[in-house]
T-cell receptor, first 113, second 116 residues
Framework: AQSVTQLDSQVPVFEEAPVELRCNYS??????LFWYVQYPNQGLQLLLK??????LVKGINGFEAEFNKSQTSFHLRKPSVHISDTAEYFC???????????FGSGTQLTVLP | GAVVSQHPSRVICKSGTSVKIECRSL??????MFWYRQFPKQSLMLMAT?????????EQGVEKDKFLINHASLTLSTLTVTSAHPEDSSFYIC????????????FGPGTRLTVT
């Protein structure tokens, strides 16, 4: 079985500063990895995904993530954040024929003026 | 493209009544839909996987007689919370998997259920 660990439950950062949200996973087989963003009282929006190929994945809103197989990590980064990036971010792992997703516990990113 | 809608967005019901939540894929066909539950400040917990034309697969600990799922067409799945109790109050989110993508899931906006 796979699991996903998001090490930071809350990350405050000043506007225009860089940010990294950490995600580690455990799985004995190949996985598919995702980052989603959730704004208050809304569903989830896909930021980016890693299925195969290049380990550096670029997503929407200037976010990117790097798949590191040896460290079983898929950290999310943005070089310069905006106030509008304030939201909850979830890392997820996809596995199996049913193609279910297992979500991490989430990281609340708060961008301060 | 790839829009998933949920209805209603908010519902308040009395204890003991049943509530139906609809999940629709608006511009694609979804053979598989997923239902999640999310408590405040927590992650999404998968409740069940719904496949068009067949019975839903429930996760361990989820009462299938309480949370009835029907996936009657390629664009519609419904979740009915039967005999609702205050502890069923939560944010329910559905997602739909596009047949064309390997793992692409698109999420609905969620339904806030409050049982009084």
């Amino acid at each position: 079985a796979q699991s996903v660990t998001q090490l930071d439950s809350q990350v405050p950062v000043f506007e225009e500063a860089p940010v990294e949200l950490r995600c580690n996973y455990s799985s004995s087989v190949s996985v598919y990895l995702f980052w989603y963003v959730q704004y208050p009282n809304q569903g989830l929006q896909l930021l980016l995904k890693y299925l195969s190929g290049s380990t550096l994945v670029k997503g929407i809103n200037g976010f990117e993530a790097e798949f590191n197989k040896s460290q079983t990590s898929f950290h999310l980064r943005k070089p310069s954040v905006h106030i509008s990036d304030t939201a909850e971010y979830f890392c997820a792992v996809g596995l199996g024929s049913a193609r279910q997703l297992t979500f991490g516990s989430g990281t609340q990113l708060t961008v301060l003026p | 493209g790839a829009v998933v809608s949920q209805h209603p967005s908010r519902v308040i019901c009395k204890s003991g009544t049943s509530v139906k939540i609809e999940c629709r894929s608006l511009d694609f066909q979804a053979t598989t839909m997923f239902w999640y539950r999310q408590f405040p400040k927590q992650s999404l917990m998968l409740m069940a996987t719904s496949n068009e034309g067949s019975k839903a697969t429930y996760e361990q600990g989820v009462e299938k007689d309480k949370f009835l799922i029907n996936h009657a067409s390629l664009t519609l799945s419904t979740l009915t919370v039967t005999s609702a109790h205050p502890e069923d109050s939560s944010f329910y989110i559905c997602s739909a998997r596009d047949q064309k993508g390997p793992y692409e899931q698109y999420f609905g906006p969620g339904t806030r259920l409050t049982v009084t």
